[in-house]
């Protein structure tokens, strides 16, 4: 450390040549009452430019609302003040998670520290939530190596530097999503329409904690495994494709 500055100064100065400042690159557009839909491509392709010049994409949604990708923090300033596109009022706000990223690091030596000294020291790299992975042994959890780390871009960077370390990045890929009511993947059971299925015996009408079956059987596979089995090949299979998307 160069004489003259503390821990803290030190770190910030050391990662002020690693980073630049972050600003969101997607935005939905929106009205009130839908109505956007209805709207020409060429009066909005016009009122853009006219406003923030050249963006990398505009994409109107089955919704009706705009999804627009702009290129520098300069247009995103002048896009978010945006009001009207003819004589429909509109908002614009940063889509929710087009604008993060996440991945994961695997450092034993971080193992013991805090995810909240981790985001301290991460904080200026565009970090904005740290998460440790932690195993469940004996209805215990443990804490693991690993931790998933959020960035406010939509951009990961290839590592990251905590201390006196830098840290390989990879993608972060989230588990298959089941739904715990028909047991089918890619929905929760917060959108799901369709009947119950047990979890341990692939029978309808009722839940795994009500089944008094002896002989598991998974739904998605009919393995005689239940159907969150880790090991299930169609559970392997959803994952892979989580991984090929990535």
């Known amino acids: 450390m160069p004489s003259g500055l503390n821990y803290s100064q030190y770190r910030m100065a050391s990662n002020v040549l690693h980073h630049s400042n972050a600003y969101s690159k997607f935005f939905i557009v929106s009205s009130e009452k839908g109505d956007l839909k209805n709207v020409s491509p060429i009066l909005i392709h016009k009122t853009i430019i006219a406003v923030i010049g050249d963006v990398k994409s505009i994409k109107k949604l089955h919704s009706g609302q705009l999804l627009i990708e702009i290129m520098n923090a300069k247009q995103s300033e002048q896009l978010m003040k945006l009001q009207k596109i003819g004589e429909i009022q509109v908002k614009v706000a940063p889509h929710h998670s087009l604008n993060h990223s996440k991945g994961v690091i695997s450092e034993s030596e971080f193992q013991r520290d805090l995810e909240d000294d981790i ?125 090929v998307k990535i």
Do not use: W
């Not at 009722?206 to 559970?235: E, I, L, M, Q, V």
């Open 119 to 243: 985001l301290e020291c991460l904080k200026d790299q565009k970090v904005i939530a740290v998460r440790r992975i932690t195993i469940k042994r004996n209805n215990q959890n443990f804490p693991t190596k690993h931790v998933i780390l959020t960035f406010n871009t939509p951009v990961l960077p290839k590592s990251v530097k905590i201390a006196y370390m830098n840290c390989p990045v990879r993608h972060f890929i989230p588990n298959p999503l089941r739904c715990f009511k028909c047991q089918r993947f890619g929905h929760t059971i917060t959108a799901c329409r369709s009947k119950q299925i047990c979890a341990r015996c692939s029978l309808p009408d009722h839940d795994s904690n009500n089944c008094s079956s002896t002989t598991p059987k998974c739904y998605n596979y009919n393995g005689d495994h239940p159907a969150f089995f880790r090991s299930c090949p169609r559970y392997k299979q959803e994952k892979e494709i989580l991984t």
